[in-house]
């Protein structure tokens, strides 16, 4: 049992080697195929087919896609919604084996870290801003500000906590960054005579529903929507309406236990902890943050105008990676100007964010590699093919739930949202595609499933939240497990009746 105690999950990275290393064994066992590609020449205006060794250009017309089986409806290719080659249905053919050694097992991380540059970019400029914006401890002041204006109406602390928390993990994927917010906000739920696992739930629960609705969050939506070859605004409007309704439920599971602790506080799941807990947090001023003055709202403002920005150029500018990242850029040289910060600072500070993201940009180029191993080995299209088989005549509901619960699965293997999105998207996406599914759907999906896991995965940051507020994993499992359960329902419904409609 101590040698058990001594094992330890690897990280990311070591997976999606370990996974890398049996793909490049399974190029020697599994034969080498490929499908005919279809893409939407936008010069040409013209459908260009592409086989092994040849190329046809067809006409841009509804016939051309019913006549090839494909599923997708014309104005997904002409309005570059759909950007990169679809696999068409029934064209697959064995090739020459095309086995993967050493040298492309080492090279693969590193190609795919220049064919995902763009992307990586934009992570590393993110992780810049965000981390400007918390030396200007904006987002502290924030918080601190929000729960001493709520002081007996400690209900509403809840829903805007939740809900505030819920809008930064929907955004920008706030989720590491909320360990900061415990100690400041855990005395303001004990003075209302909650337990500290109403703070938990009000902060790891909103980021846990705002990452698993992603909405423009870079590092889920944008990178899975890129690696399905589609906008990321594709799908929006359905995960918009899993995040409302998420919250709700989320809300008022939160504050039904709430009450309830309030009202008789042994029927808390810690009372046994109450005293160990009040001792240590409840001498805690939270009013030690700085103010949330003039200069931190425009911050703030500035934070979130930048998303605001970049949804517009996207949506109706037809800005891409380059344009995107510009908008973060800009913003954190604004927000440095506004409040003051040294040019020293200012670097530090910049360069100190996107270093805390270097590790998610590595993510995204081994996960790529593992794709590139796979198109340079040719088992892609196999892998699809014999899948395709599997599921062919399989109702729609039935293969878009198994896709759900297959994603939430291989979370606890996979923990990173852009690590999973660029891995799994090429093949999932083109498996929609032959089953007459929305690949938006099959980006939801994604998201929900990975999302669904990160409320009780070990592997994340449920461990080290818990551990600040002196709260066990076991109590927190029985705490979460019917909302997980409520929220795993959710998901099925809404995906069942996103592919009929």
Request: charged share 15%; hydrophobic share 50%; with cysteine.
């Amino acid at each position: 049992m101590s040698f058990l105690k001594k094992i330890k999950f690897p990280t990311a990275h070591t997976v999606l080697f370990l996974i890398s290393a049996a793909i490049c064994v399974l190029t020697w066992l599994v034969p080498a195929g490929q499908f005919d590609r279809l893409s939407y020449d936008v010069g040409k205006q013209v459908f260009i087919r592409s086989t092994n060794d040849s190329q046809t250009e067809l006409p841009v017309i509804q016939k051309t896609l019913t006549d090839l089986g494909i599923n997708i409806p014309l104005e997904k290719f002409t309005s570059g919604a759909l950007s990169k080659p679809i696999s068409v249905p029934n064209t697959y053919k064995t090739l020459d084996s095309r086995p993967q050694g050493l040298i492309a097992f080492i090279q693969a991380p590193l190609k795919g870290i220049v064919q995902s540059a763009d992307i990586i970019l934009l992570v590393l400029i993110i992780g810049g801003l965000v981390q400007i914006v918390n030396a200007t401890r904006a987002f502290e002041a924030g918080i601190a500000w929000l729960g001493n204006q709520l002081r007996g109406k400690e209900y509403l602390l809840i829903v805007l906590v939740t809900v505030l928390i819920a809008l930064g993990g929907t955004t920008f994927g706030l989720e590491e960054e909320t360990i900061a917010f415990y100690p400041i906000l855990l005395p303001i739920f004990l003075a209302a005579k909650y337990d500290a696992l109403v703070c938990v739930g009000a902060i790891y629960i909103g980021s846990c529903m705002g990452t698993l609705a992603s909405t423009i969050n870079p590092f889920s939506t944008i990178i899975a929507s890129d690696a399905a070859g589609i906008n990321w605004t594709e799908g929006l409007n359905g995960r918009l309406l899993m995040l409302i309704l998420g919250l709700m439920i989320c809300i008022a599971y939160i504050i039904r236990y709430a009450q309830r602790v309030k009202k008789d506080p042994e029927r808390s799941l810690i009372y046994d902890q109450k005293q160990e807990i009040e001792t240590k947090f409840v001498q805690i001023d939270p009013a030690h943050s700085i103010g949330l003055n003039a200069k931190l709202k425009i911050v703030l403002l500035l934070f979130s105008g930048c998303f605001v920005v970049m949804v517009y150029g996207v949506s109706q500018l037809g800005w891409w990676f380059l344009e995107m990242t510009s908008v973060f850029l800009a913003g954190a040289l604004l927000i440095g100007v506004v409040v003051g910060m040294r040019e020293k600072q200012f670097v530090h500070e910049f360069i100190k964010g996107a270093k805390d993201l270097l590790s998610v940009a590595f993510i995204i180029g081994i996960a790529r590699g593992v794709t590139v191993l796979m198109d340079d080995g040719q088992i892609s299209d196999t892998l699809l093919f014999y899948t395709s088989e599997w599921t062919s005549g399989m109702q729609k509901g039935l293969f878009i739930n198994i896709s759900y619960l297959l994603y939430s699965g291989l979370t606890f293997f996979i923990p990173s949202s852009s690590g999973m999105a660029v891995l799994t998207m090429p093949i999932m996406a083109p498996l929609a595609d032959t089953a007459g599914i929305d690949r938006s759907i099959m980006v939801s999906a994604y998201q929900y499933g990975w999302g669904l896991f990160k409320f009780i995965n070990p592997t994340g940051i449920i461990l080290a939240s818990l551990a600040i507020v002196n709260v066990g994993f076991d109590k927190w499992l029985k705490f979460i497990w019917p909302l997980v359960l409520g929220i795993g329902v959710l998901g099925m419904i809404l995906l069942s009746v996103s592919v009929y409609i």
